[in-house]
């Protein structure tokens, strides 16, 4: 085994596909955040909440759960109250189905919460669209802490990935390959898909001025909820391909969120190739920090951003406010 | 497009509205007759989260920055508090000024880089310095990690009263956090204050008719910070105890929440609202997480329907300020 500055090659390639896996979460939902944010002109501080959920519904649809249903019960005696009968639905769908289900499910989830509440926010200071989805993220976060409890739950790696080969300098498990080479092309999907499409098009123009892009017929209102309902749904697919590597657990979004904000921060969110590639970038020096200075490598981020402010306040690929 | 507040009424009055008078001399009667009724701990408890509420609000409802990071003053002033009062045992007046100093240093740095970025960058900014500073109180030696710095000892203020009598704290208490209501209001009503809030309705204009908004944005955040340092570090002197609790960004919410509870850019909201939420958590906390789903709730009820607050309200109903 050969050693690069005087460290054993092979933990330092591994801490770098560590790096490279948490880099493709942030780029992903840094990618989430900057469209919701482009199209709504606000911070949704229940990315990391929506990205748990992603998660949790992953491990719903194999492991099955218990549904909650209200009967209504008849005769003299019937009170007005439903009785909650619960009954276990059992759907034993794999990962691969939850790959394509989850985000769905997130996403829809997303289209509710823009109808009931986001809407009303348009005309407000952006500020409110913060703390209303703070106070978003604490609800789902505290459901999901009473029915499954704070500690994590496992989810297996889908068989056909369970294998790993030996690359000769490191042992690469087929799993985390995956994860970075998926992730890696829906975030250029997402990148062509807003850059280089017509649909893309009309979503930056309405970015730039929604009233002009209304003249011309195209429905604004709905394009909005629809993006809020693809960032979210992207946050959703992040979490399933997450569940394999880190546990289930309500309070997997919460820490990661405010580290996805900072990498927000560092890149901006003018661009959103810019975003794909702090994201990455980011996953790779934390990764990096692990190995030289691991005490850091919690903060690293936080002062990368630090310095970033210092340097240059508008972010790396940011255009100034 | 609505701001977060209100315009100012920008009255050329001197002296203070009579209904601040009246509901500010009602706040010290009931404080002073409460520890009678109520627990004299709920009751501390809840002011230093009033004034912590306060020096919150200062930055949000007169110059219009949403802190998302303010547990980290709250946290380690609470922390170095601690520290000196148990480890260098210094006497209680001066653990706090410790404390309250390094919130000030900290709002500085913070500070500085923060108003670097507006409006919702600002917010994330602070969340992710305060996680930062979150991480460093988790691996620091002096802080002992997840047991906190434990059986803080409250000592004699002055060397003259014994602080181990709850009377004896909470009369401390009460002087200290009115004193710092009263030092805030009067920041609010002074010259600057009314530079501060033309930042918040107009920054560009205020810029072109020659004021460094950069100043005084940077002096309004660390004056803010401060006073959120006395509130640390008075709760650390109360339950003889810092914890990763105080430095948590579940922390720094529930300030948020409290302020915008109460009305933001109301006087007296930040105070009414920290004593709701406080005694909130107080009495559901056997329910477990359901705390966290009403707090969140109440979130989303005051953005969508209840931005005024309560004190916003009422001051609205009765068209007075409060």
Known sequence: MFEIFGLPAQALFSQLLLGLINGSFYALLSLGLAVIFGMLNIINFSHGAQYMMGAFAAYLLLNGFDLPIPQFSQGPSASWLPAIVFKHIDPGLNYWWALILAPIIVGMTGIVIERLFLK??????????????FGLALVIQGLFQNVYGSSGLPYQVPNALREGRHLGFMYLPNYRAWVIVFSLLVCLTTWFAIERTR?????????????????????????????????????????????????VSPLMGSDLIIVVFAVVVIGGMGSIMGAILTGFALGIVEGLTKVFFPEASNTVIFVIMAIVLLVRPAGLFGRTA | MERVLKPALLSRRRETPRSLVVAFA????????????VYPVFLMKALCFALFACAFNLLIGY???LSFGHAMFFGWASYLAAHA???????????????????????????????RRQGIYFAMITLALAQMMYFFALQAKFTGGEDGIQ??????????????????????????????????????????????????ENEPRTVSLGYKTER?????????????????????????LASLTDVHWTMSGDVVLMTLLGGLGTVFGPLIGAFVIVAMENYLAPFGQWVLVIQGAIFVVCVLVFRRGIVGEIAHGLRVQL
């Not at chain 1, 649909?199 to 209102?221: D, H, K, W």
């Not at chain 1, 693809?230 to 590597?245: D, E, K, N």
């Not at chain 2, 340092?229 to 002197?237: F, H, R, Y």
């Open chain 2, 63 to 65: 110059v219009g920055l």
């Open chain 2, 85 to 115: 009062a148990k480890v260098w045992a210094l006497p209680p007046e001066l653990a706090v000024v410790v404390g309250t100093a390094t919130a000030a240093i900290l709002g500085i740095i913070a500070g500085g880089l923060a108003i």
């Open chain 1, 199 to 247: 649909l893309g098009s009309y979503l930056r123009a309405a970015t730039e001025n929604p009233i002009l892009v209304r003249a011309f017929g195209i429905n604004v209102p709905r394009m909005i909820t629809l993006t809020y309902g693809i960032g979210v749904g992207l946050a959703g697919l992040a979490g399933v391909m997450a569940a394999p590597i880190y546990n």
């Open chain 2, 151 to 200: 059986g803080v000892p409250r000592g004699r203020l002055f060397g003259l009263f014994d602080l181990s009598h709850e009377m004896t704290m909470y009369a401390c208490i009460l002087v200290v956090v009115l004193g710092g209501f009263l030092v805030i209001y009067r920041i609010i009503n002074s010259p600057f204050g009314e530079v501060l809030k033309a930042i918040r």
């Open chain 2, 216 to 240: 005084y944005k940077l002096v309004a955040f660390v004056l803010s910070a401060t006073f959120a340092g006395l509130a640390g570090s008075l709760n650390a002197l109360v339950f003889q």
């Open chain 1, 120 to 133: 009303h926010l348009r005309n407000l200071d952006p500020l409110y669209g913060l703390l209303l989805t």
């Open chain 2, 26 to 37: 009602a706040t010290v009667m009931l404080l002073a007759v409460a520890p009678f009724v």
